[in-house]
């Protein structure tokens, strides 16, 4: 990825909360827990799931701008999900917790030398290094991906409230 490129990303990836924030404007109260399949997630549960994987991103983040990068942790989201009871999290904490941490990452990710991003990791979910470029691939679109789920539930929610 070239320098502009990766300011680009930069830049979306400090976006991020206020894209779900605008989002999240969106879905009536009445909506926040429904879940279009049993096994897929609701508005709520998205939003834990985003700050939980937002504060092992900024780890990641952290290990990879020194170069100490080591083997990363994996985890399954899913089971997070379920045995963590994202349902019983509360969603102003998970909010602060998301914005704080994007702040904070981005301001770290704009002040850090080029050779930074140079640096890699072991994911155990890849089998190719991970370096500073795919995390920043992953998690600049982390956030609109999951704008585009929360949009997708509100539809499923709207079409199941007309039946």
């Known amino acids: 990825m070239n320098k502009q490129e990766r300011d680009e990303k930069i830049e979306l990836y400090g976006r991020g909360y206020d894209l779900l924030k605008a989002a999240l404007a ?6 926040m827990l429904f879940k279009p399949e049993p096994k897929e997630w609701s508005v709520h549960e998205v939003v834990i799931h985003i700050a939980d994987s937002e504060a092992n991103a900024a780890l990641r983040a952290r290990l990879l701008a020194v170069g100490k990068g080591g083997t990363f942790m994996a985890y399954d989201q899913d089971e997070w999900a379920i045995s963590l009871k994202y349902h019983e999290h509360n969603l102003d904490d998970a909010l602060k917790t998301t914005r704080l ?44 991906g999951h704008v585009e789920q ?8 709207h079409k199941v409230k007309k039946k």
């Open 150 to 157: 929360i949009k997708n539930n509100v539809e499923a929610w």
């Open 26 to 31: 969106e879905v009536p109260q009445d909506a």
């Open 101 to 144: 941490v994007r702040k904070t990452t981005y301001e770290l990710l704009k002040r850090l030398p080029e050779d930074a991003f140079n640096t890699s990791a072991v994911h155990p979910q890849y089998e190719e290094p991970y370096t500073f470029d795919r995390w920043l691939n992953i998690y600049s679109g982390h956030i609109p």
